[in-house]
């Protein structure tokens, strides 16, 4: 039985965004009514990945919700691991949890990654048992999970997911490349992780716009991305402690 963490000082919630004006005033709602359940002291950290709508004024406006909340506005594209890379760098808790703001992961579920965080796990990640995407994209994922099962030799039963959390120094300062975002609970296990666990999470629709993933291009790209991940993998990239190639520029508001 693992033993009981008596208390932990401040845990970091990463919150990526590009262009979620219609869900973000309804998913921040959602996120306030659930931090104020919770005994722990959270830092609430919104990235902008350099939206082109009115997403970044929202969580301006509605951040006073929050006793204690960042924002980060990206000035370039950064994608989800540019978002990431620079969350990490400002974050300051014990734990870093990464959760998306479409909708579709749902804030109610942080109890249960506290609750095993407590039990001492460095590494929990949610897993989409009841997935609501297409046939295609779920079949997709299912066969990168066995592929990575077998390249990585690991025990859970995917290895990615948005909803996940760190314990964060198995993922701060290290060299990300593009699209590592995926890969961050397979990076956190090459560093050291030895205690983690998987739990089951919801998954919602959609509620506003599309996908940012297409299944043509997951298809497509996803067996070199994952084959130059490999690569780099093996050959302890992710074992340095220095910036990458994704590092890009951004603002704290």
């Known amino acids: 039985m693992q033993q009981k963490i008596k208390k932990i000082a401040l845990i970091s919630l990463v919150l990526p965004f590009h262009n979620e004006e219609r869900s973000l005033p309804i998913f921040i709602?959602?996120?306030h009514k659930t931090l104020d359940s919770l005994p722990e002291k959270f830092e609430v950290i919104f990235v902008d990945d350099f939206s082109s709508d009115n997403s970044?004024?929202?969580?301006v406006s509605l951040k006073s919700k929050f006793s204690d909340v960042k924002l980060i506005q990206l000035l370039e594209r950064g994608g989800q691991t540019g978002a990431?890379?620079?969350?990490?760098?400002?974050?300051?808790?014990?734990?870093i949890i990464r959760m998306d703001t479409d909708l579709q992961d749902t804030p109610e579920d942080l109890h249960l990654f506290m609750d095993k965080l407590k039990e001492g796990n460095e590494l929990v990640l949610g897993y989409r048992k009841n997935r609501k995407h297409n046939f295609y994209l779920k079949l997709l994922t299912n066969v990168f999970d066995l592929i990575v099962r077998y390249l990585f030799q690991t025990n859970?039963?995917?290895?990615?997911g948005s909803f996940i959390a760190f314990s964060a120094p198995f993922i701060k300062d290290i060299p990300l490349h593009?699209?590592?975002?995926?890969?961050?609970p397979l990076i956190a296990l090459r560093r050291g992780v030895t205690r983690f666990c998987q739990i089951d999470v919801s998954h919602n629709d959609r509620t506003f716009g599309l996908s940012k993933y297409s299944t043509s291009k997951k298809i497509f790209l996803g067996i070199f991305e994952l084959g130059y991940f490999y690569f780099r993998y093996k050959r302890g990239v992710y074992d340095q402690y220095k910036d990458g190639p994704?590092?890009?520029k951004f603002r704290i508001i």
């Open 84 to 95: 990431f890379q620079a969350a990490f760098k400002a974050a300051k808790g014990e734990f």
């Open 29 to 31: 709602e959602k996120l």
């Open 56 to 59: 970044m004024d929202i969580v």
């Open 246 to 248: 994704v590092n890009v």
């Open 156 to 160: 859970l039963k995917s290895n990615s």
């Open 178 to 184: 593009s699209n590592d975002h995926r890969y961050l």
